[in-house]
Structure formats: C-alpha cells, structure tokens
C-alpha cells in the first residue's frame, strides 16, 4: 500500500519556529554510562514540529485537542498546490475545485525555509471564513504558522480557528502530487492540550478503498 509520511523529523537541529528551543532528546540511563538499559526524555514545545492547533491556542473559551471528535483527522483529504504568492486569501481559493474537507496546502515555503528564509507564505484572515462556508474542518500548510512569521496580531489563526477548522503546522507535503488522499493524522492523547505533535500519513485513495474490500 502507498503512502506519503509528511511530518518532520524530531531531532536535535529540526526546522522550527524562529523563536522556539530547538529539540531535545536527554537519556537518562544509557549502555555506555554502565546501565542494563537505555530510557531518555524529551524536551519541546507542544508547536514544535508536526502539529495539530486546538482553538485553546487563540481562543480562551475555545475547545481543546482532546474536545476533537477523532474523525476529523481520518478520512479523505485533499492535497493543493498554491505556488507563486506570498499570501493566501478567499480569492485564491475560489481557483480551487475544493473536493475535501480536509485540505493540505504546498506552497513555497518549504523552499523558503529551507534556504534560510522566514519570509513564509500565510494566510489572510478572509480565507478562514470562506472555507468554513464549505465544510472544510482542517487545513494543514507547509510551514510552522497559518500566519505571517512575527506577527502578533494572529489573524489567520483566530479566523480559521474561530470558524471551527483545526489547523496542522509543520508539514512537508512536497513531494506529493496534488489530488485525493486518505488522511491519518492522530495527535497524542494529551489532557487539556491546546497543542499535540502527531504523525501524518497520506494514503493513495484508491490503494485504501481495495483494502477496506478486502478485509469485508
């Protein structure tokens, strides 16, 4: 069965929000300090990495990770292409024949990032209100932020959160052609949470509705 992993790795030195401590894996017992077995901690921001954004995160009175209901994050997804702006509006959107209602979006700010620059690509705060008005219940972007990098103002989060659509951070979808997929996306079960890494999987649609047939 094929399928895309589009989260980011955890380790030291990791892609990550300019202002966030970088990751941190401690052992506590390890073989070459003379113990009979290995056990570490980690140390990180719940925003580091692959995540998942509860409204909790901008709303005082919103819900938290654990109020999700699990379906949001299984089922059918799909994956865009914007490329060549800088923004993403309710404008843009309207160019898209929006099939899911969970939607990854690639842009450039895998590119971006990786060749040193914060200058990322965002969303506008009228983009949250027009994909509510479709059904869309989570979006997931290709960098650490739905928001412009530095701003305090965290319109795009309070708009799309606030509209009633989880937001996944810290994903790199590029090497995954546009189209319909099967998303798995569990956050850990973490109690009072506005924010849990997870691990993203993208299956080819086809591959998971013969597999379910299979199985019947």
Known sequence: MKYYDISETYEKGMLRYPSFKDFELVFDREYDL???MAQSHFEMNSHLGTHLDSPYHMIKEGKRIE???LE???GKCQVISLKDRDCIGEEDLREIDIQADRLIFKTDNYERITNGSFENVYFKEDAGRYLASLGV????????????IGSKS?????AILGNG???????????VPDGIYFMMCL??????????????????Y?????????RE
């Open 34 to 36: 003379g113990n009979t």
């Open 67 to 69: 109020d999700y209901e």
């Open 72 to 74: 949001r994050f299984i």
């Open 137 to 148: 219940r989570l979006i997931g972007i290709d960098c650490f932020s739905v928001d412009r």
């Open 154 to 158: 965290y319109q795009a989060h309070i």
């Open 165 to 175: 659509i989880a937001i996944l951070e810290g994903i790199f979808p590029q090497d």
């Open 187 to 204: 956050p850990l079960k973490i109690a009072s949470a506005e924010g849990c890494p997870c691990r993203v999987l993208l299956f080819e």
């Open 206 to 214: 086809g591959d998971i509705e013969a597999y379910i047939g299979n």
